[in-house]
């Protein structure tokens, strides 16, 4: 037995989506197209090994929490597919020309909230709907317009494979909150404060998903699933105020409310 | 002060995401009254296939995977901007890739 062995193994027990013989053919694309394309997934591949950060810190606070077994089990599953997407974006980033990034990644260590002033159970309600229900879900949705997008059929199959994942990612939050409605429901202050959060929420991620504009992309960047970066705050609002608010209303939280009037402020 | 507010309340990739989190709450509500015709024309049927195929029981993340590429790939390129574009490789870059969760901030007291 080695790691490598081990990891291959558990790659394979996660994989939802069947293997592809696609390979890359760059010389159907302009290259300024293959170049932005490019761009995005070593960005991705940073942004998908920093996310086990993420999901790690969130399985501990959910065990503090006493949330069920399975409930922390999928939390460290979904840390594992973050590398495994690491990798996978990686491989894309390497078929569209670019440099092997090298992994493990150092620096840009993740942390998350600890929300000190309210209960575990609550801290991790908080976390577990931010990261999931708020973030995930506007991957799922980013994702999706991609997948609409693309032509190329490399480019297809890589896409669905992370968007299977991030499926289960972006209702691992309402599934989470389902486990503790009963518990919710006899505590209308912390509904109350969840829902005070969400509106602090909201706001910081508009931010976080607020890029500075680039040129938009042309029949070749769509091809290859391009989502300029300017596109995705709009696809977080229209994701947060159809889909995500009206789902949490369903917990008794005000999220409707909590959306339309986000602040920075407490 | 107004917040900023969706334009296109209707996208496909909405109406998979909404599909995907009500389905995952304790009531399904029913969906023939929010999913309007596409941009294309095309009915807006499917939306509720996707409503439904999320909500089966079990793990459905492959299935729904399926779903988002089954029910878009009807309508293909009728939400794309296919004009052409002066940008150079140096024009990309900067972020905007990412599809993994944000680390969730703590809220001033």
New interface residues.
């Given amino acids: 037995m080695t790691l490598e062995q081990e990891y291959r193994a558990l790659r394979e027990g996660l994989r939802r989506i069947e293997p592809d013989a696609h390979t890359f053919d760059a010389s159907s694309y302009e290259p300024a197209a293959v170049a932005r394309v490019r761009a995005l997934w070593v960005d991705r591949t940073q942004n998908e090994y920093r996310s086990t950060f993420v999901f790690s810190a969130l399985a501990s606070q959910l065990l503090v929490a006493g949330a069920s077994l399975e409930a922390s089990a999928v939390t460290l599953r979904m840390a594992q597919d973050e590398l495994v997407h690491a990798e996978r974006c990686a491989g894309v980033a390497v078929a569209l020309g670019g440099t092997p990034p090298t992994l493990p990644l150092t620096g840009g260590v993740a942390t998350i909230a600890k929300h000190a002033n309210v209960s575990r159970e609550e801290c991790a309600l908080r976390n577990v709907v931010y990261t999931t229900c708020i973030s995930e879900m506007t991957a799922v949705a980013h994702l999706t317009l991609s997948l609409e997008r693309a032509r190329d059929p490399f480019m297809r199959h890589h896409i669905r494979a992370l968007l299977a994942d991030e499926t289960l990612h972006g209702r691992f939050g309402f599934h989470y909150l389902e486990s503790w409605a009963d518990w919710l429901g006899d505590r209308p202050g912390v509904r109350a404060s969840l829902t005070r959060y969400l509106r602090f929420a909201f706001a910081v991620a508009e931010r976080e998903f607020s890029w500075p504009s680039r040129a938009p992309g042309n029949a070749d960047d769509d091809a290859l699933g391009y989502v300029a970066p300017q596109e995705i705050v709009e696809i977080h609002r229209n994701t947060m105020e159809h889909a995500v608010a009206p789902a949490l209303a369903r917990f008794g939280l005000d999220a409707e409310e909590a959306y339309r009037t986000r602040t920075f402020a407490p | 002060m107004a ?12 109406r ?3 599909a ?8 399904l ?1 029913a969906c023939s009254s929010e999913a309007p015709a596409s941009s294309s024309g095309a009915p807006a049927q499917d939306a509720s296939t996707g409503e439904k195929d ?1 909500g089966k029981a079990g ?4 299935r ?3 779903v ?2 089954g029910s ?1 790939e009807r ?2 390129g009728s ?11 140096e ?19």
């Fill in positions: 917040l900023p507010s969706s334009r296109d309340l209707h996208p496909k990739y909405v998979f995401a909404r995907l989190a009500l389905a995952s709450t304790l009531a509500p999320a793990d459905a993340s492959t729904d995977a399926a988002a590429d878009i309508d293909a939400v794309q901007d296919a004009s052409t574009s002066d940008a150079t490789a024009d990309s870059g900067g972020g905007g890739g990412g599809v993994g969760p944000l680390p969730p901030p703590d809220m001033p007291a």
